[in-house]
Nanobody, 120 residues
Framework: VQLQASGGGLVQAGGSLKLSCATPRIDFRLNAGGWYRQTPGKQRELVAS???????NYRDSVKGRFTISRDTTKNMLYLQMNSLKPEDTAVYYC???????????????WGQGTLVTVSS
C-alpha cells in the first residue's frame, strides 16, 4: 500500500506545519508508523516513529520541535512540526508496518512525499 503524505509547503524559519498521512485499512493497534525525510543526494532518514502501543521516538535534530501522532479512528498519521529550521527542508514521507521495518525504513514501496521548504 502506498501512503500519500500531505500538508507540506513553504514556511519561514520558526514557523509550523502539520503533515498528514491517510492510512486506509491499516490497523494501528498492530502496526507502527513512521515519518521520514529525504533531500537530494542523501538517503531517506527516519524523523519520528510511533509504535503500536503509542510510544514515540524522534531523531535528535527534531526532538522538542516535532510531534508524531495518530488517530486510530480515522486511520491517520500526523507530524506536527514547530520551530522549523532551513535544515528541515526535505521531501517528507510516511509509512506504516512492523516496528522493525519502520526503524529500518526497508519498505518495498513508498508513496509520493510532500515537500517542506523552510526559508531563512
Amino acid at each position: 500500500v502506498q501512503l500519500q503524505a500531505s500538508g507540506g509547503g513553504l514556511v519561514q524559519a520558526g514557523g509550523s506545519l502539520k503533515l498528514s498521512c491517510a492510512t486506509p485499512r491499516i490497523d494501528f493497534r498492530l502496526n507502527a508508523g513512521g515519518w521520514y525525510r529525504q533531500t537530494p543526494g542523501k538517503q531517506r532518514e527516519l524523523v519520528a516513529s510511533i509504535t503500536a502501543v503509542g510510544s514515540t521516538n524522534y531523531r535528535d535534530s527534531v526532538k522538542g520541535r516535532f510531534t508524531i501522532s495518530r488517530d486510530t479512528t480515522k486511520n491517520m498519521l500526523y507530524l506536527q512540526m514547530n520551530s522549523l529550521k532551513p535544515e528541515d527542508t526535505a521531501v517528507y514521507y510516511c509509512n506504516v508496518g512492523s516496528f522493525r521495518t519502520v526503524l529500518s525504513g526497508s519498505f518495498t514501496s513508498w508513496g509520493q512525499g510532500t515537500l517542506v521548504t523552510v526559508s531563512s
